[in-house]
């Protein structure tokens, strides 16, 4: 149980352009839902929270015109890269949060690539 | 506000020997620990979590963390490696309470590698 899928798992895109990825709870309802950025050998950084039917909280120094995150159901949010650049090249990851606990589970995370 | 600080950004063992990796944290409430572990090009997966009770935790394959207050410590270990525990590791902290409910920090991660 709680399996957390991302998809893509892998995608390059041109300068300029905007990407989505999205984060679906298999399994489980998530009311609350979390995106990372990972940079090469660093740790995750959290970018925001994502709540069902309600306004994403981004954390200081995360444009939140620049990502925009919709959390629409309650098994789907989606984080939107606009104007990419190749300074946001990075693995990006979602997390859920299982109704009730603290415990978030992962998901396997999607490479974007920006040339 | 909380935070992590895993001692070491490499380990490196041997088959066989006793895996130990550290982690120190700060928090300014009673925290919720938690040690993952991501293989390449992949998410994380949970090895283990303290809340309350118990202040040893024993989580998948083998591995287990002690809480100790005192310290602000949460070190995982592994009586005996094997060759398939070779991945990064991440410790982090959560809360019940204050501004940074629900939201884990993670500390800068270790890798571990296992030698034959």
């Known amino acids: 149980g709680a399996v957390v899928s991302q998809h893509p798992s892998r995608v390059i895109c041109k300068s300029g352009t905007s990407v989505k990825i999205e984060c679906r709870s298999l399994?489980?309802?998530?009311?609350?839902m979390f995106w990372y950025r990972q940079f090469p050998k660093k740790s995750l950084m959290l970018m925001a929270t994502?709540?069902?039917?309600?306004?994403?909280?981004?954390e200081q120094g995360v444009e939140k015109d620049k990502f925009l995150i919709n959390h629409a159901s309650l098994t789907l949010s989606t984080l939107t890269v606009t104007s990419a650049h190749p300074e946001d090249s990075s693995f990006y990851i979602c997390?859920?949060?299982?109704?009730?606990?603290?415990?978030?589970?992962f998901g396997p995370g999607t490479r974007l690539t920006v040339t | 506000a909380q935070s992590v600080t895993q001692l070491g950004s490499h380990v490196s063992v041997s088959e066989g020997a006793l895996v130990l990796l550290r982690c120190n944290y700060s928090?300014?409430?009673?925290?919720?620990l938690f040690w993952y572990v991501q293989y390449p090009n992949q998410g994380l997966q949970l090895l283990l979590k303290?809340?309350?009770?118990?202040?040893l935790v024993k989580g998948i394959n083998g591995f287990e963390a002690e809480f100790k207050k005192s310290e602000t410590s949460f070190h995982l270990t592994k009586p005996s490696a094997h060759m398939s525990d070779a991945a990064e590791y991440f410790c982090?902290?959560?809360?019940?309470?204050?501004?940074?409910?629900?939201?884990?920090?993670f500390g800068q991660g270790t890798i571990l590698t296992v030698h034959p």
């Open positions: 997390s859920a949060r299982t109704p009730g606990t603290y415990e978030q589970y």
């Open positions: 399994d489980f309802q998530a009311t609350t």
């Open positions: 994502s709540n069902e039917g309600s306004k994403a909280t981004y």
């Open positions: 928090s300014s409430v009673p925290p919720y």
């Open positions: 303290y809340t309350t009770g118990a202040t």
């Open positions: 982090a902290v959560s809360s019940a309470g204050g501004t940074s409910y629900g939201k884990l920090t």
